[in-house]
């Protein structure tokens, strides 16, 4: 290391402190660097002494002190004597011996009870009950405190005269077991010590003379850089992190997530988080007596506790469908179907409720569409599982649309999510057939992120609808773990305020 070239970095602030600290013999308070060199405030010594240790010219300790000062209530008893005292030098007065009742005599109600704990915690008295009475008598031990000061007063005294005085901790616990009687406070002070590289730096020679150490427009412009030193940027230099606002981690997912469907074509549609069980559940073929359909899976509402549904003629139908099949090739559920279960509210519990009904609303309209919110599951909550949670679904609807095309949608939509090894399985979902389940390759293993498959002809043809619809979806959370490298969701939802500025940009 050239030494020419690391004093030419230093600053003025620390040039000045390596030399005062050399001084006062290589090791000072920041308090004494001040106090012995030409500075204007003590913050100029402490900024140079905290780049001077990043540059491994000075080292730094802290050590922690522990200090008393007298409480509001230590300067009563310094002037009035403690009540114990008091009741002592009482009881003496009395031949050594007196009735509790008495202590009010000389001492405030209050102090009482107070002065009886102590006297008996101290072994001043012996307390013994006789003839429904409590009698007081005092000790040997009691006898002897009226003769001296015991330790307790002399360290009030101390504190009077000495504020912010060291003491032993086993020597002022019973005082600090008092309110307010004393008060104690961490003091932290600071050792600055120069290191075997800012020695030689001090020896080798610093001169300190004016510099400029930042360009400004008035420094070009006055042409003082031709007289003056300008000072080295070191571009190495320890420089303290940044962080301005920006969206959190999952709303910059939500984002690339929507730029990403709309880029390939897909529309947005939204919808409510009250719905009735028509909806959610009886529209897509779930029969009525699903175990999902229970409390311990699903949210249902007590204000409003049912949901009206108006089209009678599209309830006959999807009643049609799960008792018989209706129109469609189905043999239904062979149940009866209870109206009265589809008015019932729930929180819902997919956005496949979004999905049939804009279906619904627009049987002959070709679509690709798709909807990111929040559905609500009774769920007990662990690292892979919140009763609250986003869902992102996406359908195509259009004619001749096929299978194959289901999965060059997925691809390309994983693919521009960052995954690259994508693969398909088969599975089972309640209201399409055939159904698939979606795996991307990552960190050296594959991870299952979705469902997908064809609506079944019972969740289409009621609502007019006789071509295929391709639909897909997958859980927000759990993409998000993956994308940011999180072994447990809740993560997603803490403020961890370290965490989230270290997350890049999407």
């Not at 627009?362 to 009774?378: D, L, M, Q, T, Y």
Request: proline fraction near 4%; include cysteine; glycine fraction near 6%.
């Amino acid at each position: 290391m050239q030494l020419d070239d690391v004093i030419k970095k230093l600053s003025q602030n620390e040039k000045k402190v390596l030399i005062e600290i050399n001084k006062l013999g290589g090791k000072a308070s920041p308090y004494e660097i001040f106090n012995q060199g030409n500075f204007n405030q003590i913050v100029e010594v402490m900024n140079a002494t905290s780049w001077l240790q990043s540059k491994k010219l000075v080292e730094m300790k802290d050590s922690v002190k522990t200090v008393y000062f007298l409480g509001d209530e230590g300067k009563q008893f310094l002037k009035n004597e403690f009540p114990e005292k008091r009741a002592l030098k009482f009881i003496n007065k009395n031949n050594g011996i007196i009735n509790l009742e008495n202590l009010s005599d000389t001492l405030e109600k209050t102090e009482v009870p107070l002065a009886v704990g102590w006297l008996k915690r101290k072994n001043w008295v012996n307390i013994r009950k006789e003839n429904n009475q409590t009698i007081l008598e005092i000790t040997e031990a009691g006898k002897k405190a009226l003769e001296i000061e015991t330790e307790d007063e002399k360290i009030l005294k101390n504190l009077y005269r000495n504020p912010g005085s060291v003491i032993e901790k086993s020597k002022i616990s019973n005082l600090l077991s008092r309110k307010n009687v004393v008060t104690e406070k961490e003091i932290i002070s600071s050792t600055v010590s120069i290191t075997e590289l800012g020695k030689s730096i001090v020896l080798h020679g610093i001169e300190i003379t004016e510099e400029i150490s930042q360009i400004t427009s008035a420094v070009i412009r006055n042409k003082d850089w031709m007289n003056c030193t300008i000072r080295p940027y070191d571009i190495e230099a320890f420089a303290p992190a940044r962080f301005g606002g920006k969206p959190h981690p999952l709303v910059e997912l939500i984002k690339k997530i929507r730029e990403v469907l709309i880029a390939i074509g897909f529309k947005e549609i939204e919808g409510n988080y009250i719905e009735s069980c028509f909806w959610n559940m009886d529209m897509l073929f779930i029969p009525q007596d699903h175990p999902a359909r229970e409390m311990q899976d699903t949210l249902y509402m007590k204000k409003p506790s049912t949901v009206e549904i108006s089209n009678d003629e599209l309830v006959n139908k999807i009643a049609a469908v799960h008792e018989n099949g209706g129109n469609t090739s189905s043999t239904g559920w062979g149940y009866k179907f209870s109206k009265e279960e589809g008015k019932r509210a729930l929180l819902r519990t997919h956005t496949t409720v979004n999905t049939i009904r804009y279906l619904y609303q627009h049987p002959k309209e070709a679509c690709k569409i798709f909807s990111i919110g929040r559905v609500f599951r009774k769920e007990n909550i662990d690292n892979t599982h919140l009763p609250e949670f986003y869902q992102i679904e996406g359908i195509v609807y259009e004619e001749q649309t096929t299978f194959r095309q289901l999965i060059g949608v997925i691809k390309e939509f994983y693919k521009r999510m960052g995954f690259e090894k994508i693969r398909f399985r088969p599975g089972y979902f309640p209201y399409t057939e055939p159904s698939m389940e979606v795996d991307v390759f990552w960190n050296g293993e594959w991870m299952e992120l979705g469902g997908s498959g064809l609506f079944r002809p019972e969740v289409t043809e009621p609502v007019g609808i006789k071509e295929p619809v391709l639909a897909w979806g997958l859980g927000l959370e759990r993409l998000a773990m993956l994308k940011f490298g999180l072994n447990d969701m809740r993560r997603l939802y803490i403020s961890d305020l370290k965490w989230i500025r270290n997350q890049p940009l999407l």
